[in-house]
């Protein structure tokens, strides 16, 4: 199973940017996915995750802020981000998560740069 995250760039404090996440198989629509990010010379974190059945969650960092959404038929997840701070900087990637903890490969990350 491969996992590509894009979507990512450069952007001005208080901007908006939109990541998708294409996997391949055939065993995306029955797991759970999540976004995380690895800030520079920080661990990976969880910022949000999205159930099979759409329930979703985020940290508390992004809450009211980031989206997560996902659509079935493209093998897709996908994350709204809104109003962007400098803190949201670092490299984001999708993985599949099982009883909370992520359990496949992880692919190509994708690149967020907040500028203040």
């Known amino acids: 199973v491969q996992l590509q995250a894009y979507g990512g760039g450069l952007v001005q404090a208080g901007g908006s940017l939109r990541l998708s996440c294409v996997a391949s198989?055939?065993?995306?629509?029955?797991?759970?996915m999540g976004w995380y990010c690895q800030a520079p010379g920080k661990q990976r974190e969880l910022v949000a995750s999205i159930t099979s059945g759409d329930v979703t969650d985020y940290t508390d960092s992004v809450k009211g802020r980031f989206t997560i959404s996902r659509d079935n038929a493209k093998n897709t997840v996908y994350l709204q981000m809104n109003s962007l701070k400098p803190e949201d900087t670092g490299v984001h990637f999708c993985?599949?998560?099982?009883?909370?903890?992520?359990?496949?490969?992880w692919g190509q990350g994708t690149q967020v740069t907040v500028s203040s």
């Open positions: 198989g055939r065993i995306f629509r029955l797991n759970g």
């Open positions: 993985n599949y998560l099982m009883g909370g903890a992520p359990f496949g490969s």
